[in-house]
T-cell receptor, first 114, second 115 residues
Framework: AQKVTQAQTEISVVEKEDVTLDCVYE???????LFWYKQPPSGELVFLIR??????QNEISGRYSWNFQKSTSSFNFTITASQVVDSAVYFC???????????FGAGTTVTVRA | AAGVIQSPRHLIKEKRETATLKCYPI?????VYWYQQGPGQDPQFLIS???????DKGSIPDRFSAQQFSDYHSELNMSSLELGDSALYFC??????????????FGAGTRLSVL
């Protein structure tokens, strides 16, 4: 199986600190897609970003930024100036070009304390 | 914007009972996916449908079946429920014309508790 690994199980920070979530993936495909989803305490899964394997540009969206390094098979996610509302479980996921399914990492629980 | 609608949101069943979960995709989306998320686990893919045909199958027990109807909504039928079936069941939908890059948008999930 082509695994997605999120080595950090839990991260706890104080409000306004930056937090970086690591995601490392395995793949035999030359074309694939990477995703981040957020699962707040209410339980729903919220799409955050999609990145394809041939676009290594980093991306910033407000306080969120993503760093894709194909050479190290990593797709890391940084929350800048964290807020209490950022408290959630964050999942990294991968999908191959011929796959229908998403393969998720184990998730990282982020707790932001006021 | 309309999102993926799942019903019911919560369901409590006894062992050996049956359950039916429903999913209404985002309008114009033609592909539906089902995932199972156990407590403290990541979502695991069960099955998907495109244009009412099964498109992919994951680790779905034989006791479970699913289908997609002509209006693109989908139902997951679960029989002979076991305690281990207690989980959060997600439905997601996407637009197949986007190809492999399509984004799966998830519903709020159905939390099934088997007692």
């Amino acid at each position: 199986a082509q695994k997605v690994t999120q080595a950090q199980t839990e991260i706890s920070v104080v409000e306004k600190e930056d937090v970086t979530l690591d995601c490392v993936y395995e793949t035999r495909d030359t074309t694939y897609y990477l995703f981040w989803y957020k699962q707040p305490p209410s339980g729903e899964l919220v799409f955050l970003i999609r990145r394809n394997s041939f676009d290594e540009q980093n991306e910033i969206s407000g306080r969120y930024s993503w760093n894709f390094q194909k050479s190290t098979s990593s797709f890391n996610f940084t929350i800048t100036a964290s807020q209490v509302v950022d408290s959630a479980v964050y999942f990294c996921a991968r999908r191959g070009i011929n796959d229908y399914k998403l393969s998720f990492g184990a998730g990282t629980t982020v707790t932001v304390r006021a | 914007a309309a999102g993926v609608i799942q019903s019911p949101r919560h369901l409590i069943k006894e062992k050996r009972e049956t359950a039916t979960l429903k999913c209404y995709p985002i309008p114009r989306h033609d592909t539906v996916y089902w995932y199972q998320q156990g407590p403290g686990q990541d979502p695991q893919f069960l099955i998907s449908f495109y244009e009412k045909m099964q498109s992919d199958k994951g680790s779905i027990p034989d006791r479970f079946s699913a289908q997609q109807f002509s209006d693109y909504h989908s139902e997951l039928n679960m029989s002979s429920l076991e305690l281990g079936d207690s989980a959060l069941y997600f439905c997601a939908s996407s637009f197949a014309r986007e190809g492999a890059k399509n984004i799966q948008y998830f519903g709020a999930g159905t939390r099934l508790s088997v007692l």
